[in-house]
Nanobody, 117 residues
Framework: QVQLVESGGGLVQAGGSLRLSCAFS????????MGWYRQAPGKPRELVAS???????NYAESVKGRFTISRDIPKKTVYLEMNSLKPEDTAVYYC????WGSGGDYWGQGTQVSVSS
């Protein structure tokens, strides 16, 4: 069964850094990108950052200049380097991999990121 396995969440003080990792167990050719979404309590899930198979990146305005998405293709792993964290970054972060065509998306189980003020 194809899985996205996340790691790296935790509790950090404002201004600190964390790095999230997400390993994909399926064929890299079955997906067109990988990325990260987050969901804070009482809010809808939102895109944080994504990277296509071609290497193009996309970031939410709220994280530009602070977060960096990268990938290791042989390891089928995507990373999210988060710097200058703010309390409003507190959320459950989900790894995402959209399939080609209309097949939907793969989702990870989520990892909690908490930023204290």
């Amino acid at each position: 069964q194809v899985q996205l396995v996340e790691s790296g969440g935790g509790l950090v003080q404002a201004g600190g850094s964390l790095r999230l990792s997400c390993a994909f167990s399926g064929s890299i050719f079955s997906i067109r990108a990988m990325g990260w979404y987050r969901q804070a309590p009482g809010k809808p899930r939102e895109l944080v950052a994504s990277i296509t198979n071609g290497g193009s990146t996309n970031y939410a305005e709220s994280v530009k200049g602070r977060f960096t998405i990268s990938r290791d293709i042989p390891k089928k792993t995507v990373y999210l380097e988060m710097n200058s964290l703010k309390p409003e970054d507190t959320a459950v972060y989900y790894c995402n991999a959209p399939k080609w065509g209309s097949g939907g998306d793969y989702w990870g189980q989520g990892t909690q990121v908490s930023v204290s003020s």
